[in-house]
């Protein structure tokens, strides 16, 4: 071959080698890279750090994965983001998504299609406080007090409503007061209300903080009233309350509570459902570590208070 011949050559063969390291770079560049936004809650509240931990989990074990969790207004607003599309993934009570996927409560003529769970976390037990010092014992008794019912429209609030209602007690019945936890916290303590609900995993921040400087008192919600709502609102579980939960009450509480659950949108298909779902389930060290509620997430309760239908992936992974 002559000179020009061998210069032909190489510059065909460069070229080719050009060609293919093109096309490797845009495959690896766009189709392996997948970005995914976590909803989670505000940042003192159980959903934040899990989140976290969820994003360090995907972004580790899913190759080519971006993921990243957002401070979010919790439970409503995350599934607002989930239909918009400002998020994929997020953590939501199980009885909102039902809301949601029912279109009754705050989603009452605006129900939200295309929701799939990946699975049921851990339970959020609807916390009724009150100090010891008032009296009440009962939530009977809460009739003609001034009662913390959680945000208005928020999960909390339909929580409240829900149990109350159970008893025979309607808001006519009771001074509402529309509080956030840390508003519920600080008006109990300065005795500017009696009594106040808290839907979260125990123990809860806002609940510690009242009990560091007065005796609390938690309010039981009895296996009979528990199971009248149970029948009406199938997303509640019953749940024991251990004794000592929080400083200085030692009695063990019998209430209820909803599930923290993780959702996805359209975005995430079967395919990345089944892998987002093995990663997460086979790095639970990691996501127990994040939260002390986190401790509850195990494989074999995944499934136990879902309300919504599964992402095939999310559904084949348990099923294995």
């Known amino acids: 071959m002559n000179f020009t011949g061998m210069k032909k050559a190489l510059a065909a063969g460069l070229a080719m080698v050009a060609m293919t390291v093109a096309l490797v770079g845009c495959g690896s560049d766009t189709a392996e890279k997948k970005f995914l936004n976590i909803g ?16 360090e989990i995907l972004n580790k074990d899913i190759q080519g994965m971006n993921a990243s969790a957002q401070s979010t207004g919790a439970s409503v607003a995350n599934i607002n983001m989930l239909k918009d ?35 049921t976390l851990y339970p959020e037990t609807c916390q009724a406080v009150t100090l010891d010092s008032s009296g009440i014992k009962s939530i009977a008794d809460l009739k003609g007090k001034k009662v913390a019912v959680g945000a208005a429209g928020s999960g909390v609030e339909a ?27 600080n008006a109990l303590k300065d005795g500017n209300i009696d009594a106040a609900f808290l839907t979260a995993g125990y123990p809860t921040s806002a609940i510690q903080d009242i009990a560091s400087q007065h005796k609390v008192r938690l309010l039981p919600v009895e296996a ?17 309350i251990p004794a000592g939960t929080y400083a200085g009450f030692n009695e063990e509480v019998p209430a209820v509570s909803v599930m923290a659950m993780l959702v996805a949108n359209d975005k995430v298909d079967d395919k990345l459902g089944y892998a987002l779902t093995k990663a997460l389930f086979s790095n639970l060290d990691r996501l127990h570590a ?25 559904e084949k992974f348990f099923k294995e």
């Open 40 to 55: 989670t809650g505000g940042t003192a509240g159980t959903y934040y750090p899990i989140g976290g931990a969820m994003a």
């Open 85 to 119: 599309g400002s998020v994929d993934l997020a953590i939501v009570q199980n009885d909102i998504t039902y809301y949601a996927a029912n279109g009754v409560e705050m989603f009452k003529d605006k129900k939200v299609d295309g929701l799939k769970g990946i699975a």
């Open 159 to 185: 929580n409240a409503r829900q149990i109350m209602e159970a008893y025979g007690i309607t808001y006519n019945d009771i001074q509402v007061q529309y509080l956030s936890f840390a508003e519920a916290a």
């Open 224 to 240: 009979d009233k528990a199971d009248a709502l149970i029948a009406k609102y199938p997303f509640y579980t019953k749940t024991v």
């Open 290 to 314: 994040a939260h002390a509620a986190a401790k509850a997430i195990v494989k074999e309760k995944a499934m136990e208070g879902m309300s919504l239908p599964m992402n095939a992936g999310a």
